[in-house]
């Protein structure tokens, strides 16, 4: 079983870059994929990108393409979610998710399987 933890999050303004990171323990990530999502007040949750851990392929929506970067550190087994140029949009609760095994990073959410409680991102505007 694979435990997630979000964190980084907090208040900026419009423009500005924020990395939240989310670390994973527990269990293997070989063979999973990590995915980033984010849920707005009365909106879905929305897949933004992943990573496959086995070779650092990543996957992004493309709503954030160009702007949201994901990366991994092995040796921390963390994964970062790099936003730039942020706008009040981005207004959400960020969500870090391992996938079940796969061969790629899964676009969908029901394929995750773990999730972490989540981090809090505001963007004034």
């Known amino acids: 079983q694979v435990q997630l933890v979000e964190s980084g999050g907090g208040l900026v303004q419009t423009g500005d870059s924020l990395r939240v990171s989310c670390v994973a323990s527990g269990g293997s990530l070989i063979g999973r994929a990590v995915g980033w999502f984010r849920q707005g007040p009365g909106k879905d949750r929305d897949f933004l990108g992943g990573?496959?851990?086995?070779?650092?392929?990543?996957t992004y929506a493309d709503s954030v393409k160009g702007r949201f970067t994901i990366s991994r550190d092995n040796t921390k087994n963390t994964v970062y979610l790099q936003m730039n140029s942020l706008k009040p949009e981005d207004t959400a609760v960020y969500f870090c998710a391992a996938s079940t095994y796969s061969i790629r990073v899964p676009t969908t959410r029901g394929v995750y399987e773990y999730w972490g409680p989540g981090t809090q991102v505001t963007v004034s505007s």
């Open positions: 990573i496959y851990w086995r070779n650092g392929d990543t």
